[in-house]
């Protein structure tokens, strides 16, 4: 054969030979208004990803434009807005509580200019968050003072910058030194800002003769008495721990870390610590997380003694865990809005889970899945450290485990569930009821 005419031949159906040019698709108007929406360099990574299924040959070069259109992410983030059926409600690689449709909207106000730090009336400067503040302040009677910072661990940390930072002494018993998550330790970060711990009792048992023991030690150098709520795991058999009660007879202030942020006490999380508990209780500070079981933003709460929580405000640390004002919009949202998500689920009955999870399967009957959907008990859980050991009965979709994968990485909504005994559920728990369309499209994109 001759040379020549099959190099010719080559170039005609070679795709990487007919691949478009980057400048040529992103000329396109769709991609034109794209860039203006999303920004070139969304748009222009688009573009070159597609162009490279092109010259793979898995794109044919006319349809290298609408491929790109297609695949342009819906907003300028990475970040993909995913269906928890998990059956965990505060999920932490989900990103923990999702915000309710009024937090959602506050953060749309207050993205632009907003008044967070002055006050419209009189033209001067007005407390920073004043009305998130409020909000907290009038869902806590108790406390006497309020103020948030950037999550629960900055709370802890500049409460204990304040009260014992120059080498005061933290007295907290053995079973109540917690790691928290990805690797992060209570009694880590209270060192970090330099503090001297005084560990007492053993990891399954403390007395109030212990802690007392502890403080006539150094009387002058115990800077407060520390709790810090189990809230990612259960210690049973002979336990036992010291009431807040006891520990407010000790004499140094009492700080007490909740965790998952409830207020009040919760009917269906009994043993779950609140903020208004522990404050009637004899507390003189409470830290807590925003984004657990409140239900809000990231955030970390400090409610206590006004003095306290005045010199927590003015420190220097205070600002350096300052809180946005974004999350300022969606924590008042939360506090004074309708219930969000997170407080829904827990409230949600395995009745109606169950009628949801039968109509899913109903409507999915049409697909010749092997075995065919069905709706079963389930049981879910708080999760996010919260509630550790509590069984959230639920109900779930049930379908088959090949699906678990494909749901996951859904190209529109990826979808989240659970694989238990070879099959996958889809927990209904923490899935909003304006999610389930698009649950049901996404099994029906699995399935083909
Ligand atoms: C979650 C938790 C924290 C940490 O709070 P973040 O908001 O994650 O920083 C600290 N203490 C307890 C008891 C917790 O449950």
């Known amino acids: 054969m001759d040379r020549t005419s099959v190099e010719e031949d080559h170039v005609e159906t070679d795709p990487r030979r007919r691949t478009p040019r980057t400048d040529a698709v992103l000329s396109d108007e769709r991609l034109r208004k794209a860039a203006d929406r999303l920004g070139e ?40 807005r995913v269906v928890n059926a998990t059956g965990i409600v505060v999920h932490t690689n989900l990103g923990r509580a999702p915000l309710s449709d009024a937090a959602v909207e506050a953060l749309g106000v207050a993205a632009g200019a907003t008044d967070v730090e002055l006050d419209l009336a009189t033209g001067r400067r007005g407390r920073r968050g004043r009305s998130a503040l409020g909000a907290l302040a009038a869902a806590v009677p108790e406390a006497g003072g309020v103020h948030v910072v950037n999550n629960g661990a900055a709370a802890l940390a500049l409460v204990t910058c304040v009260l014992a930072g120059r080498g005061g002494t933290v007295v907290v018993a053995r079973g109540e030194l917690v790691e928290i998550g ?4 209570i009694p880590e970060l209270l060192e970090s800002v330099g503090a001297v711990l005084r560990e007492v009792g053993t990891t399954n048992r403390v007395r109030l003769a212990d802690y007392e023991a502890a403080v006539a030690e150094d009387p002058d150098g115990t800077a407060f008495v520390l709790k810090v709520h189990p809230s990612n795991f259960v210690v049973s058999g002979f336990t036992s721990s010291v009431p807040v009660e006891e520990l407010a007879t000790l004499g140094p202030p009492v700080v007490v870390d909740t965790g998952s942020g409830l207020l009040r006490p919760h009917p269906r999380l009994p043993d779950e610590p609140s903020a208004a508990a522990a404050l009637r209780a004899g507390a003189d500070l409470v830290t807590a997380s925003g984004d657990k079981l409140l239900g809000g933003p990231q955030c970390g709460l400090m409610l206590g003694r006004a003095d306290l929580v005045e010199s927590l405000r003015r420190h220097p640390f205070a600002r350096a865990v300052r809180v946005d004002k974004l999350t300022l919009a969606a924590l008042e949202a939360t506090l004074v809005g309708p219930l969000p998500p997170v407080v829904a689920a827990l409230e949600a009955t395995p009745a109606e889970l169950a009628l949801r999870a039968q109509q899913l399967a109903d409507q999915l009957g049409d697909l010749g899945l092997d075995p065919p959907p069905e709706a079963v008990p389930s049981v879910a859980a708080v999760g996010g450290g919260g509630a550790p050991g509590v069984e959230l009965p639920s109900a779930a979709l049930v379908l088959p485990a090949r699906l678990a994968g494909p749901l996951r990485d859904d190209p529109c909504v990826p979808v989240v569930g659970r694989v238990e005994r070879g099959r996958l559920l889809l927990d209904l728990i923490a899935v909003q009821e304006s999610d389930e369309a698009d649950v049901l499209a996404a099994v029906r994109r699995a399935a083909r």
């Open 182 to 185: 990805d690797g992060f330790r």
């Open 41 to 80: 360099h969304v748009v222009k990574q688009t573009v070159r990803a597609t162009l490279e299924r092109c010259r793979a040959g898995e794109l044919a070069p006319e349809d290298v434009v609408g491929a790109a259109v297609d695949a342009l992410p819906p907003a300028a983030t990475s970040l993909r």
